[in-house]
């Protein structure tokens, strides 16, 4: 520590100590009151404390992460929108997928493709789609590296979709490298 940080410290020490002087001076005739007061903030700070030491626990309990079993499955737990979520590496970049088995191709938003390095201006969307929201066009891309937990895979085919999308989608040509895939107790559980 320098000499301003000690003054610094020093000087606040000196300040929270005349502010509370002056409110205990100010309460002397109420000192159970002030007591419980500074019980309940005592409470509040060690509560504050322990949320933020046990915040890992406390994270894996209210929004579940994917993880990999001893066996080597892959397990993707439901979040609370019912879907489920994979974060997969795209040519070394971390992206959020919806698991969609009933999506025929790995589908990649305009931002999301972007973050993977594909250069989207110079796409040239000849294919469609047909949406929930109607057809879209598409452009074919191919990933060269996607990594999900311990699978690294080369060459994926995609497809980038010119659309509006809420977000990327995990489908079948992605998801038939493994050979099992299952629902149990509100995770989905992907077997190489």
Do not use: C
Not at 3 to 18: F, H, K, N, W
């Amino acid at each position: 520590m320098n000499t301003d940080q000690i003054i610094q410290i020093s000087y606040l020490t000196l300040m929270g100590g005349a502010i509370a002087a002056s409110y205990f001076v100010s309460q002397r005739g109420q000192m159970g009151k002030v007591a419980q007061q500074a019980s309940i903030w005592g409470l509040i700070f060690v509560g504050v404390i322990a949320a933020a030491g046990l915040w890992g626990d406390i994270r894996g309990s209210v929004a579940p992460q994917q993880s990999i079993t001893a066996g080597g499955a892959i397990t993707l737990p439901r979040q609370s929108d019912g879907h489920f979520y994979a974060r997969l590496d795209v040519n070394g970049q971390p992206i959020t997928f919806m698991v969609d088995t009933g999506a025929s191709q790995v589908v990649l938003t305009q931002d999301d493709a972007q973050q993977a390095g594909i250069d989207t201006d110079a796409l040239r969307y000849l294919g469609q789609a047909s949406t929930a929201n109607g057809v879209v066009r598409t452009a074919q891309v191919t990933l060269g590296q996607v990594t999900l937990s311990d699978v690294t895979l080369a060459d994926v085919p995609a497809v980038v979709n010119e659309g509006q999308m809420d977000g990327s989608l995990l489908g079948m040509t992605y998801l038939r490298n493994f050979s099992n895939i299952q629902i149990k107790d509100d995770a989905l559980i992907l077997t190489r």
